[in-house]
């Protein structure tokens, strides 16, 4: 069963801000690929991102993270940039940010 995905306008930011052409290309080509059986890849969150999955790219550097909705066959990718823990730049505190920002 192929899903339907979607990207939130937050993550297509992110998405334009990277200046490298290839380089998102890639990240659309992957995330293109969560439509097939999206709960089998990459890796449930914790915390405050419980609900959430990320999926690496690009050799590891890039994190997509993203929801499966499995009542409307949908992947809704939240967010996509690089991974660096401890600084607000990390693409899993701009998550929690965004998740935050819909809870309120």
């Known amino acids: ?9 937050d993550a297509l930011k992110h998405l334009q801000r990277i200046t ?5 290309e890639n990240l659309f080509k992957r995330i293109e690929q969560l439509a097939n059986d999206p709960e089998r890849q990459g890796k449930p969150l914790q915390n405050e991102l ?9 050799g590891q550097r890039y994190c997509i ?5 499995r009542e409307r066959v949908i ?11 401890g ?17 309120d």
């Open 1 to 9: 069963m192929n899903w339907r995905v979607e990207i939130t306008e």
């Open 20 to 24: 490298d052409k290839r380089v998102r």
């Open 50 to 58: 419980s609900g959430l999955r990320s999926v690496r790219a690009i």
């Open 65 to 69: 993270v993203y929801r499966v909705e």
């Open 75 to 85: 992947v809704v990718v939240v967010a996509v940039g690089i991974r660096k823990q």
């Open 87 to 103: 600084d607000r730049s990390d693409i899993y505190e701009i998550a929690a940010k965004l998740i935050r920002s819909e809870q």
